[in-house]
């Protein structure tokens, strides 16, 4: 990739992580696509150049929020990392990460949040990582909790999808993760976090 080296901000020897550029928002054309319409909000790969660009834009505005591109070396666009509503006196903020589907159950993102822990606690002297997570997405919640993070909390957020159909067989099993009110599906979320302390000792522990 051009400017490889100077946009590189951490790596081991199947991935580096570099700041998010226009170029890796084109690049997500040649994403996957989800078959579950579960994580329809993911399917980046349906837009075209134009909403591509204003995507990367609406990703890289604010000073509270940096944003992150994962590739492989055979130059294979992985994921996205996100760290937003940064908090410069708390040392906290709140993560987001998507990846390709076409690389997703394949243990890529243990080995990106392994790699992107360490630059974010230890390079950029973070002391906290919140997240938000869809009860549902299981696969997920696993993984953090894999990672050290905890819940903390949960709440109700209006789910991207508002056409879902709980009777429909390959969703009825996910109706226990959704309340429905006045005809607006809302999603239960949890609340996680990780702290500097938790992660170094996870860290020792899994040295052991």
């Known amino acids: ?11 081991n020897n199947n991935l580096f992580i570099k700041r998010l550029e226009l170029e890796d928002a084109f690049n997500i054309k040649s994403w996957g696509r989800h078959n579950n319409k579960l994580f329809i909000d993911y399917d980046l790969a349906k837009y075209n150049q134009r909403e591509l660009k204003i995507w ?3 990703k890289k505005s604010g000073i509270r929020n940096k ?6 070396y055979n130059n294979n666009f992985i994921g996205y990392i996100g760290i937003k509503d940064i908090n410069i006196f708390k040392k906290s903020s709140t993560l987001g990460i998507v990846l390709n ?14 790699l992107f822990l360490n630059y974010y606690f230890n390079e950029l002297n973070m002391k906290r990582m919140n997240l938000d997570v869809n009860e549902f997405n299981e696969r997920a919640i696993k993984l953090y909790k894999k990672l050290g993070f905890r819940y903390v909390s949960e ?12 009777e429909d067989i390959d969703y009825m099993g996910y109706k226990d993760n959704f309340v429905i009110n006045n005809g607006i599906i809302y999603s239960r979320i ?10 170094k ?8």
């Open 155 to 166: 709440y109700l957020g209006m789910f991207e999808n508002q056409d879902i159909d709980f």
């Open 190 to 199: 949890y609340i996680m976090t990780l702290d500097y302390r938790r992660y």
């Open 1 to 11: 990739m051009e400017n490889k080296e100077e946009n590189i901000i951490i790596e």
């Open 101 to 114: 589907p076409n690389f997703m159950s394949k243990g890529y993102g243990y080995s990106i949040m392994k």
């Open 56 to 58: 990367y834009y609406s």
């Open 201 to 208: 000792l996870k860290e020792q522990y899994d040295e052991i």
């Open 67 to 72: 944003y992150f591109a994962v590739y492989d």
